[in-house]
């Protein structure tokens, strides 16, 4: 293989790299938005569990009821308020 050869080489891996990063550069950064917020969701979740004691409400800390926060945002935590309220 010629260094001609190998430089096209490069340059085509390249452009194919460059190529797949745009392509799934939206998917990407969706993905670590709900992920970071989902994060915050599971703090929201521990921070109100702190307070049980002194506010009588708590709620599982898994990870469905952090992706629920994250995903929906306040609404969701208080959607899991009222849940939580109408099955006890």
Known sequence: MSV???IALGLTLLFL???CLRLFAAPLKLAMKVAFNSALGFGAVWLLNL???????????NWFNALLIGI????????????QWVLT
Not at 53 to 60: E, K, Q
Not at 72 to 83: E, S
Request: aromatic share 4%.
């Open 4 to 6: 001609v050869e190998k």
């Open 72 to 83: 929906l945002g306040l609404p969701g935590f208080g959607l899991l308020l009222l849940v």
């Open 17 to 19: 790299v460059v190529v």
């Open 51 to 61: 307070t049980t004691s002194v506010t009588g409400l708590s709620l599982g800390l």
